[in-house]
């Protein structure tokens, strides 16, 4: 089976770096995603990481290794319009045309002033 | 710009009622996606279709049907809806890629409450 943890909430100050993590027990994927959801909002792609190491685009980079089974995201200059809540997602291997994505719980981010 | 797009934004419906959710992608993409999201619980999959007709059951189908009769439209079906089904779903669409839909795109969600 598969499944992916991560902090349910986590709080930093603008201008600051934080650091959300994703663990997962999988038997095998292609890679790890993250998403970001506003408040009412709909989830939008953020990052996605087929191989291990650190993947950068602007302020955000996200980290995958496979060995540890771990990943994360990583948000720096810290904004007020950071605030939302982050998901990682792994594809599972082997489905062919019937791959889903799988998500994990998600991790409530409070940007503070 | 890439657009999904869902037929309400909220709905209200009586226990017992059939209800329909409509999901529209201009894309192109050969995936689409229904997914329920609740406090705590994250994106919890229902069904998705991988071509036109096709449907494949994700983690929690019980209670739901889908259709999808052309590419760009994708339905979900709650056959008799209970308290239990009020929620927000998402729709999202991908393309069938190789590493698996890594990228969706999902529609603004419609958040249905069953009375």
């Known amino acids: 089976g598969q499944s992916l943890e991560q902090p349910s909430e986590v709080t930093a100050v603008e201008g600051a770096i934080v650091q959300i993590n994703c663990t997962y027990q999988t038997s095998g994927f292609y890679g790890l995603s993250w998403y970001q959801q506003h408040d009412g909002g709909a989830p939008t792609f953020l990052s996605y990481n087929a191989l291990d190491g650190l993947e950068e685009t602007g302020r955000f980079s996200s980290f995958l290794s496979r060995s540890d089974s771990y990943g994360y995201l990583l948000l720096q200059e810290l904004q007020m319009k950071d605030s939302a809540s982050y998901f990682c997602?792994?594809?599972?291997?082997?489905?062919?045309?019937?791959?889903?994505?799988?998500f994990g719980t998600g991790t409530l981010l409070a940007v503070q002033p | 710009d890439v657009k999904v797009t869902q037929s309400s934004r909220y709905l209200v419906k009586r226990t017992g009622e059939k209800v329909f959710l409509e999901c529209v992608q201009d894309?192109?993409?050969?995936?689409m996606f229904w997914y329920r999201q609740d406090p705590g619980l994250g994106l919890r999959l229902i069904y998705f279709s991988y071509d036109v007709k096709m449907k494949e059951k994700g983690d929690i189908p019980e209670g739901y049907s889908v259709s999808r009769e052309k590419k760009e439209r994708f339905s979900l079906i709650l056959e008799s809806a209970s308290t239990n089904q009020t929620s927000m779903y998402l729709c999202?669409?991908?393309?069938?890629?190789?590493?698996?839909?890594?990228?969706?795109?999902f529609g603004p969600g419609t958040r249905l409450t069953v009375t």
């Open positions: 997602a792994v594809s599972p291997r082997g489905g062919g045309a019937t791959n889903k994505l799988i």
């Open positions: 894309m192109d993409h050969e995936n």
């Open positions: 999202a669409s991908s393309l069938r890629g190789r590493q698996g839909p890594y990228e969706q795109y």
